[in-house]
């Protein structure tokens, strides 16, 4: 009997060491530890990254969607309808997009250098159907945090003096 007595005490006493002894201390708030997964980029990712912003590529061929399909620029500026166009650009424009850096839009600073002038008037045309036409357009709002470029209602006579102002802007 004393046997079995002092095995239930044995037993009991280290239960009761394994339960407890340890103390541990709370961290407040909330935290999760994980290992990072080391994972390779796939070439079309790292292809990806290594090229050109759309608001940076050249592409001179494309005219874009829209009722502009050639415009002829004369070599020099005509400066009566650059000072009308920078009087819109500064109207309506402005909002959005500073001359010589990224804003809510491209700047328009050398976008002659990158986009054909028929591009530019259909942009500033037609923004609706070339976001939703217009492959480079839609590459520029995504680039732009998907901030679609607002239909201003301007007539053409106002869009070829806008790109007139933008000619001085080069």
């Known amino acids: 009997m004393k046997i079995v007595i002092r095995s239930t005490v044995i037993f009991f006493s280290l239960l009761l060491m394994a339960c407890g002894g340890k103390e541990e201390k709370k961290k407040e708030g909330?935290?999760?530890d994980r290992e990072k997964t080391k994972t390779e980029k796939p070439v079309e990712a790292v292809a990806a990254t290594s090229t050109v912003s759309p608001s940076e590529r050249v592409d001179l061929e494309n005219k874009g969607v829209g009722p502009i399909k050639s415009v002829t620029l004369s070599p020099d500026i005509d400066q009566a309808l650059a000072k009308k166009g920078?009087?819109?650009y500064s109207q309506m424009c402005m909002a959005c997009h500073?001359?010589?850096k990224k804003f809510i839009g491209p700047a328009p600073t050398g976008v002659l250098k990158r986009r054909s002038p028929e591009?530019?008037?259909n942009m500033i045309l037609n923004p609706e159907v070339m976001v939703k036409e217009d492959a480079l357009a839609k590459e520029l709002m995504a680039e732009f945090n998907g901030?679609?470029?607002a239909n201003q209602g301007l007539n053409e006579d106002q869009?070829?003096?806008i790109l007139e102002y933008f000619?001085?802007?080069?």
């Open 167 to 170: 000619r001085t802007l080069e």
């Open 159 to 161: 869009a070829r003096s």
């Open 30 to 32: 909330f935290s999760v």
């Open 147 to 149: 901030a679609p470029m």
């Open 119 to 121: 591009w530019v008037m």
């Open 98 to 100: 500073r001359v010589d």
């Open 86 to 88: 920078e009087e819109v």
